[in-house]
């Protein structure tokens, strides 16, 4: 299994482009998110999703946007971004929603606004 | 709404020695916590999870403990290697809609 796969893995956008981080995971895993972490400030859950067709906000979710056609892909857009988006993004899965099972994490993107 | 605090940005030891990392949260006892373990440019990786009615939980060199009187996680590492140095994060269910929440994590340099 890959399990959790990220990319890019690198990306330098300008204030106002836009663009998809994607994600996927073949663990057949119904519980998927997005986190961003930045010094200091831990992981932070920017959207989550219990099953396809099922997405939700987490503590961060502004300027972001998701959804979830399959099980198995989940991808991030930033529809307009900013620089203070710079950040590294953080796919994860797990096989449990509420999350008291191990959750699997992606490589991560990282990500330059300038 | 919960909140985590991994008390030490930083832990410096000696190789052979037991590390000891803390993870403190502020209101409501969680159902459990779980610890990761993460290195630099990679995700984090899930290392043990910890049930409220679990007083102690071990995995070969690891041993985790929840106390929910004093609402604290130690997180302990014995026989420390120099292969063991990375940042540690504590996390528990504590989101609005249960899901997780991290500390901001401990760096621990294990010196040969």
């Known amino acids: 299994n890959a399990g959790v796969t990220q990319t890019p893995k690198f990306q330098v956008l300008k204030t106002g482009q836009s663009m998809t981080l994607q994600c996927a995971q073949d663990?057949?895993?119904?519980?998927m998110s997005w986190y961003r972490q930045d010094p200091g400030m831990g992981l932070r859950l920017i959207h989550y999703?219990?099953?396809?067709?099922?997405?939700d906000q987490g503590e961060v979710p502004n300027g972001y946007n998701v959804s979830r056609s399959t099980t198995e892909d989940f991808p991030l857009r930033l529809l307009s971004a900013a620089p203070s988006q710079t950040s590294v993004y953080f796919c994860?899965?797990?096989?449990?929603?509420?999350?008291?099972?191990?959750?699997?994490f992606g490589p991560g993107t990282r990500l330059t606004v300038l | 709404s919960q909140k985590i605090e991994q008390n030490s940005e930083a832990l410096n030891i000696q190789e052979g020695k037991t590390a000891t990392l803390t993870c403190n949260y502020t209101?409501?006892?969680?159902?459990?916590l779980q610890w990761y373990r993460q290195d630099p440019g990679r995700g984090p990786v899930f290392l043990l999870l910890?049930?409220?009615?679990?007083k102690e939980k071990r995995k070969e060199r690891l041993k985790v403990t929840f106390d929910t009187t004093l609402k604290q996680s130690l997180f302990h590492i014995t026989a420390s290697q120099p292969a063991d140095s990375a940042t540690y994060l504590c996390?528990?269910?504590?989101?609005?809609?249960?899901?997780?929440?991290f500390g901001k994590g401990t760096k621990l340099s294990v010196k040969p």
């Open positions: 994860a899965s797990s096989y449990e929603f509420r999350n008291s099972g191990e959750q699997f």
């Open positions: 663990m057949n895993h119904e519980y």
């Open positions: 999703s219990v099953g396809a067709g099922i997405t």
């Open positions: 209101n409501y006892s969680p159902a459990y």
């Open positions: 910890i049930r409220e009615n679990e």
């Open positions: 996390a528990l269910e504590g989101g609005s809609q249960g899901n997780l929440i």
